[in-house]
Every structure is written in C-alpha cells, then in structure tokens.
Nanobody, 115 residues
Framework: QVQLAESGGGLVQPGGSLRLSCSAS????????MGWYRQAPGKQRELVAIINNDGTTLYADSVKGRFTISRDNTKNTVYLQMNSLKPEDTAVYYCNRNLGSVNYWGQGTQVTVSS
C-alpha cells in the first residue's frame, strides 16, 4: 500500500505564502496524475490543482494566479506553492495520486490563514 505524506502547512497571515510538499512511501509510476485537494470545515473536499506527467496543469478558479503546482518525478514528490493567501484558503490540504479508479490520499495538512 502506498502512503502519501504532506508537509509544509501552518498558520500564516493574509497575503503570506506557504509551500506544501507531498512524498510517497514508494515509487509510483510517473503517469499517475498528482494533485492537491482541500476541505474547509463544513464543506466538501474540492480540487485545488492537478498536474499531469507531461506538465500540464489544471487549477481551481479560486486559486489561479496565486498557487503553483509542480512535480519532481526523480523525487516522486509534488509541491504546491501558495502565494497571496486569503482567509478563505483556510482548509486541510490533501495530496492525491490518481490513475483512473485508483486513488491514493495523504492524511492532510492544516493551512490556516488568519491575522
């Protein structure tokens, strides 16, 4: 079984930045889509960003221009650079690896944006 581990969450003031990382317990084929999702209290989990093996990306409208997803296949790691953070970005952020019906999820890392 593959385990994903997120890191980099924390408390940040509005306008600040954080960088999330997610590594896997073992090598996952690079053709898996890597992505980030988030879940705020009382809300459903939502897509934040995904990145394909060829580097193409997809972002939620709410984070376009502020967040950047990237991947390092040599390290089997995906990153999420979050800039210009807003209070509404507060959520638990989950790392995901997907290929069709196969999904691996991390345990999540808390991001809190507050003054």
């Amino acid at each position: 079984q593959v385990q994903l581990a997120e890191s980099g969450g924390g408390l940040v003031q509005p306008g600040g930045s954080l960088r999330l990382s997610c590594s896997a317990s073992r090598v996952i084929p690079t053709f898996f889509v890597m992505g980030w999702y988030r879940q705020a209290p009382g809300k459903q989990r939502e897509l934040v960003a995904i990145i394909n093996n060829d580097g193409t990306t997809l972002y939620a409208d709410s984070v376009k221009g502020r967040f950047t997803i990237s991947r390092d296949n040599t390290k089997n790691t995906v990153y999420l650079q979050m800039n210009s953070l807003k209070p509404e970005d507060t959520a638990v952020y989950y790392c995901n690896r997907n290929l069709g019906s196969v999904n691996y999820w991390g345990q999540g890392t808390q991001v809190t944006v507050s003054s």
